[in-house]
T-cell receptor, first 120, second 115 residues
């Protein structure tokens, strides 16, 4: 079974600084995908960034980048130039594919999340 | 132009009642999901449907019955509600598992409170 570990329950960062949110994973699959989602206090789940297991380059999306170290099984999220609006829960997730006789679908296994607080 | 929508946003009900949550996506996706987020913010998949067919059922009690009338809708019916069912329920959708990232896009969530 797949497992996602986020060891930082809470993090603080000053505005305009960079911050790294840790994520390690465990899987026996050769092909997998890693995602980061943001959940602000309003409650919605916002997709931030994706990294495929075969991607050779680290993924980047604006101020978000993913530090993917396959041998260490880590997929840390780096947020550069933090803003007050970045204060939220951040979830790391891994995609797993499952099949049955009626078809195939993905599922996401989530970590426990990291609450990021950006301060002035 | 909401991509994944859920109704209602809030649901407060008494123990033992039956309730439904509706989900609709207008993204043209093949796959839809239900996730449960507990009071500690832990998110766990409940069901996954592909083209109206149930693919994933993660040991959810039989009191929970999803129904997919078409690819764009996935409803969740809960019988005999219990206190432990109180949570936020998220619907999500994705294109299909063969579609590269197969990114899942989430609805706004339904906060269910069982009294």
């Amino acid at each position: 079974a797949q497992k996602i570990t986020q060891t930082q329950p809470g993090m603080f960062v000053q505005e305009k600084e960079a911050v790294t949110l840790d994520c390690t994973y465990d899987t026996s699959d050769q092909s997998y995908g890693l995602f980061w989602y943001k959940q602000p206090s309003s409650g919605e789940m916002i997709f931030l960034i994706y990294q495929g297991s075969y991607d050779e380059q680290n993924a980047t999306e604006g101020r978000y980048s993913l530090n993917f170290q396959k041998a260490r099984k880590s997929a840390n999220l780096v947020i550069s130039a933090s803003q007050l609006g970045d204060s939220a829960m951040y979830f790391c997730a891994m995609r797993e594919v499952r099949s049955r006789n009626t078809g195939t679908a993905s599922k996401l296994t989530f970590g426990t999340g990291t609450r990021l607080q950006v301060t002035l | 132009d909401t991509a994944v929508s859920q109704t209602p946003k809030y649901l407060v009900t008494q123990m033992g009642n039956d309730k439904s949550i509706k989900c609709e996506q207008n993204l043209g996706h093949d796959t839809m999901y239900w996730y449960k987020q507990d009071s500690k913010k832990f998110l766990k998949i409940m069901f996954s449907y592909n083209n109206k067919e149930l693919i994933i059922n993660e040991t959810v009690p039989n009191r929970f019955s999803p129904k997919s009338p078409d690819k764009a809708h996935l409803n969740l019916h809960i019988n005999s509600l219990e206190l432990g069912d109180s949570a936020v329920y998220f619907c999500a959708s994705s294109l299909r598992w063969t579609s590269g990232t197969d990114t899942q896009y989430f609805g706004p969530g339904t906060r269910l409170t069982v009294l």
